[in-house]
């Protein structure tokens, strides 16, 4: 499981310049798959990664443009912007049939990336709470910045969370099998991001929670199996309506 943000944080609040977590080739999808689901007609508000300095509670002490090695450091109106944009994507993400929903979430490589980078890079519920602490005694805080933060949080769920619901209504597929068989194929979920999705949302949320893992074990049953996961963190969820 990826590691909290915390890490290496130098090379990290370096920009925006590196933001592949990986240095392999994505996979080319099956010819089944791309016949069964063809790409969006329509395409997302652009989708960006989510990096470290993204988070709402990078709370370093200097507030200089530049690190110790003379590297520019994104400001936080840019880290605004990556939160704002995002939010727009996954917003209207959710809003699509489930046609389309899938069609951009197989197809839409920046958008599997900003998925992937949110769930590797966001801070920890207990990191995050205690550097909220030490936030808060600054009272030029936006709380506008924290409804944003939240609201991305909450989307970002609900993604995986509609990923792994069985055969929902206007589903292109005609089994479980088949969803789980896109699943692997696209890289959408695995073992790895219900390990992130545990630590991110757990605590406090048990019961949505684990229904997102009881659907991802029957739509993956041979790749998901005896791995013991236990809800950790918190985040409050609510609807997005």
């Not at 609040?13 to 969006?40: D, K, Q």
């Not at 840019?78 to 995002?86: D, H, I, N």
């Not at 506008?144 to 609201?151: F, G, K, L, T």
């Amino acid at each position: 499981m990826t590691a909290p943000v915390g890490r290496a944080r130098g090379r990290a609040r370096a920009g925006r310049m590196t933001t592949s977590t990986s240095t392999s080739r994505p996979r080319a999808l099956p010819a089944s798959l791309t016949a069964l689901i063809p790409p969006p007609s329509r395409a997302l508000p652009r989708p960006v990664p989510f990096l470290p300095v993204d988070n709402d509670d990078d709370d370093d002490d200097d507030d200089d443009d530049d690190d110790d090695d003379g590297i520019e450091i994104p400001s936080s109106s840019s880290s605004r912007r990556v939160v704002v944009a995002l939010n727009a994507c996954f917003r209207e993400l959710l809003s699509c049939d489930a046609r389309t929903f899938w069609s951009h979430c197989v197809h839409d490589r920046a958008l599997r990336k900003a998925l992937d980078t949110y769930l590797q890079f966001r801070t920890r519920p207990r990191e995050r709470r205690s550097r909220r602490r030490r936030r808060d005694a600054n009272a030029n805080d936006d709380d506008d910045d924290d409804d944003d933060d939240d609201a991305l949080a909450r989307r970002v769920f609900f993604v995986h969370r509609r990923l792994a619901t069985p055969l929902e209504r206007g589903s292109p597929f005609a089994s479980m099998t088949r969803q789980g068989d896109a699943l692997r194929d696209a890289g959408l979920l695995n073992v790895p991001k219900l390990l992130d999705l545990c630590a991110l949302y757990g605590e406090g949320n048990e019961a949505l929670v684990g229904e997102l893992l009881e659907d991802a074990f029957q739509a993956r049953p041979r790749s998901i199996t005896l791995v013991p996961i236990r809800p950790r963190s918190r985040c409050e969820l609510h609807s997005l309506r």
